[in-house]
C-alpha cells in the first residue's frame, strides 16, 4: 500500500499503545473495513512522513478524498474519524438503495 495510489482512507496509529491498537481496529470496523489502518512505525508511514514531516509520529487520518492532499493530524483525527464513518455509511446506504429501488431515487 502506497499513499499515492491509495483508494482507501487510511488511519495511522501507535502500535505500542494498547489502546490505541484497540480504538484503531474499532474504527476500522465501524467503517466496515473501508479504512484501513497501518503502524506509524510502517514504510507506508515513513513515505507519509517524506511529503508530511509534521505528521512524524502522530495520528494521522489520510484520505485521498481530503482537498489538495490534506492530512487530519492529531487532535483533528478525533473529528474526521466519525465524519469519515458517517460519509461511508452513507455511501453505502445510497448504493444499497439505488440498487434496490433504482426508479425511486
Known amino acids: 500500500?502506497?499513499?499515492?495510489?491509495a483508494q482507501k482512507p487510511i488511519l495511522f496509529y501507535a502500535s505500542r499503545?494498547?489502546?490505541?491498537?484497540l480504538l484503531s481496529q474499532i474504527v476500522v470496523s465501524a467503517s466496515l473495513h473501508q479504512i484501513e489502518r497501518t503502524p506509524i512505525e510502517s514504510?507506508?508511514?515513513e513515505e507519509l512522513y517524506q511529503t508530511h514531516p509534521e505528521a512524524r509520529q502522530k495520528l494521522v487520518l489520510f484520505h485521498p478524498a481530503f482537498?489538495?492532499?490534506k492530512l487530519a493530524i492529531g487532535a483533528w483525527v478525533y473529528?474526521?474519524?466519525p465524519?469519515?464513518?458517517c460519509k461511508i455509511w452513507g455511501a453505502i446506504v445510497l448504493t444499497k438503495l439505488r440498487?434496490?429501488?433504482?426508479?425511486k431515487i
Open 1 to 5: 500500500m502506497t499513499l499515492p495510489t
Open 79 to 81: 473529528a474526521a474519524v
Open 83 to 85: 465524519w469519515t464513518i
Open 67 to 69: 482537498a489538495d492532499g
Open 17 to 21: 499503545c494498547g489502546k490505541c491498537r
Open 43 to 45: 514504510d507506508t508511514a
Open 99 to 103: 440498487t434496490s429501488h433504482p426508479s
